[in-house]
């Protein structure tokens, strides 16, 4: 770990880690995507510990409740809104006897209540009502995130700009999952289920072309890892689009992006389109997984 002032005093930008391989340093700095739900279960316990309540409650939330926040205003807006509701479904538990079992709806939000089978009260958890996973504002808001952190690649100083730079990323929003994110980075990909003839019919008409840099990776030292991203001419599915490592200017600035994606799911994602000073084919060669979804632990 590097502290603030590694690379020099007056503001000079430090990233957090430095590893060291056999092929050289590499500069890593990390980012972190939090859950975007509230915790309505830890308001409850909360609720039920302070005030002596020997209930066993479960919680079924209420439509917009479900949804995780994506921005920081929906986020503040949810957690206000279920501090409130658990607040009055604990005053309603506080005129009750420690026998009564029912339920309550509190503006959308139903809770169901019973006598606890221990000595104490304690929250069993609860489920969110069915929604559609907002995928295209979870990946823009990954983006985002990962184009403000390779902007500080050229902050480095000048002796530390061709170090390979890598964002970490720690995913603990359960709603981007791993496709979405090796899309996002990789570009989009669909599949079309017909007799072979049609299928190359369709694919002539709608395969994206690709541009010079992408051929010259499917020729070189990175094609094995195209191979794992399934491009080519004879990929399974046909490519929309080629995604932010190639097609964002920014994205130039990273050597790759590793993700972390909870529980236990590993994405290493070398970007074979960095600028020639950060591009390093030794990459593949660390003994992180680069096919889309891979479950196993960081040693």
Request: net charge negative; glycine share 6%.
């Amino acid at each position: 770990m590097l502290p603030d002032e590694e690379f020099g005093r007056n503001g000079t930008y430090t990233p957090d880690l430095l590893a060291a391989t056999n092929f050289g340093e590499i500069l890593i700095e990390v980012a972190s995507g939090s859950p975007g739900g509230v915790d309505m279960s830890s308001l409850i316990q909360e609720g039920l510990t302070e005030n002596n309540l020997c209930f066993r409650t479960t919680v079924y939330l209420a439509d917009d409740l479900s949804i995780p926040g994506v921005t920081a205003e929906e986020r503040n807006k949810a957690e206000e809104q279920a501090r409130t509701i658990a607040s009055k479904f604990i005053e309603h538990l506080k005129d009750l006897s420690p026998l009564d079992r029912g339920s309550i709806l509190i503006d959308g939000t139903r809770f169901e209540y019973e006598p606890s089978p221990t000595q104490q009260g304690y929250h069993s958890g609860g489920v969110t009502a069915f929604h559609c996973v907002r995928t295209e504002k979870h990946k823009l808001k990954l983006l985002r995130e990962l184009e403000h952190k390779a902007s500080k690649q050229r902050k480095l100083p000048p002796e530390k700009q061709a170090i390979p730079f890598i964002v970490a990323y720690d995913n603990r929003e359960p709603e981007l999952d791993p496709l979405t994110a090796h899309s996002a980075l990789t570009g989009s990909r669909c599949c079309y289920l017909a007799p072979p003839e049609m299928q190359t019919k369709y694919y002539a008409e709608k395969r994206a072309s690709y541009p010079e840099d992408l051929l010259a990776a499917l020729s070189g030292p990175w094609r094995r890892l195209m191979d794992d991203w399934d491009y080519g001419p004879n990929s399974r599915c046909y490519k929309q689009d080629f995604g932010a490592l190639f097609e964002k200017e920014w994205a130039q600035y990273l050597s790759g992006v590793l993700l972390m994606h909870v529980p236990e799911i590993i994405q290493w994602l070398p970007n074979p389109y960095a600028a020639q000073h950060l591009r390093t084919p030794q990459l593949l060669e660390i003994q992180l997984p680069t096919t889309p979804n891979h479950r196993g632990t960081l040693q």
